[in-house]
């Protein structure tokens, strides 16, 4: 994520420094979403290791998380690739964010579910970005 160079038109300045506030943002709530997913791969770990969960349903379950994980990754590495001058409008950048990490969910082979993770977080920062302005 680069910082947008300031142009002539400041409104359209504004804008692009709320579009790289809400881009930095998401990151670091992806990044806090893979935080919470390796959290719940060592509680597997700790019940497999108090015998609370048999072996396979504790691989079962890590391979799943750790599919997600590797989603979530994805994500990140598309929103720190994204430049906000590219964008006119929060609208544009969060329906191209979403199109991005539905279109790795669909030729990826990552689970489902991190999409619906994900754009929970999109919805919060996007929230939180209408309201900031």
């Keep these: ?17 709320d579009l ?3 881009l930095r943002i998401l990151c670091v709530e ?10 719940l791969v060592d509680a597997y770990h ?24 590797c989603g979530c990754f994805q994500f990140i590495r598309i929103v720190e690739r994204l430049r906000a ?13 979403r199109k991005r990490f539905n279109d790795v969910v669909k030729h990826s082979g990552v689970a ?8 929970k977080k999109i919805r919060k920062v996007e929230r939180y970005a209408r309201d900031s302005s």
Excluded: S, W
């Excluded at 019940?47 to 048999?54: I, L, S």
């Excluded at 006119?88 to 950048?93: F, Q």
């Design 20 to 22: 790289e506030r809400f």
């Design 112 to 119: 489902p579910a991190i999409y619906l993770f994900a754009d």
């Design 30 to 39: 992806l990044e806090h979403l893979c935080g919470h997913i390796d959290q």
């Design 1 to 17: 994520m680069t910082v947008p160079e300031p142009t002539a038109d400041p409104d359209l300045h504004h804008v692009h420094l």
């Design 46 to 69: 700790e019940k497999q290791r108090r015998r609370e969960v048999t072996e396979h349903v504790c691989r079962t379950n890590v391979a799943t998380l750790q599919n997600e994980e």
């Design 85 to 97: 001058a590219d964008y006119e409008c929060l609208d544009e950048l969060v329906a191209d964010v």
